[in-house]
């Protein structure tokens, strides 16, 4: 599976997770998709589930990002997707070097045009574009 394909897992992943309300229903959903998805290669599983986890574990953090640059806007009245979308990328920018700034902006637009609103991936690339501008990150390569 390309990282692309894997990334957008982890996306509908984190889609069904904002559902949730509790860590363990959180935990019951990830328990689900791997064993619903069970012909993943190890490669891939690794990559989903530890950028699952990794939104899940710093999950305030980012949601507190998210808000500083989300201006006029609550994560409470934004779609479930573009949060779904914000939060991975935001993780991947400050908590994933493995991933390029760059990579990770752009996957979150592909995303929100494949899965978001019209107006999202604007929306989504405005936020990113602001944050990367403002915050002390390691490199926009």
Not at 49 to 71: F, N, P
Not at 112 to 120: I, Q, R, V
Request: net charge negative.
């Amino acid at each position: 599976m390309s990282r692309r394909l894997a990334r957008e897992q982890v996306f509908k992943l984190l889609f069904q997770i904002n559902f949730t309300h509790t860590i363990e229903e959180a935990n019951e959903q990830i328990e689900l998709y791997f064993a619903e998805n069970t012909e993943l290669e190890e490669l891939d599983t690794h990559f989903i589930l530890g950028e699952t986890r990794g939104v899940l574990e710093y999950q305030d953090k980012i949601d507190t990002i998210l808000e500083k640059y989300a201006e006029g806007w609550k994560i409470s009245r934004m779609g479930r997707v573009d949060v779904a979308i914000l939060r991975l990328a935001i993780y991947e920018i400050f908590y994933n070097p493995e991933i390029p700034i760059r990579v990770s902006i752009n996957e979150a637009v592909e995303l929100a045009k494949k899965f978001g609103e019209d107006s999202s991936p604007a929306f989504i690339n405005g936020i990113l574009g602001k944050i990367i501008s403002e915050e002390q990150v390691d490199s926009y390569e």
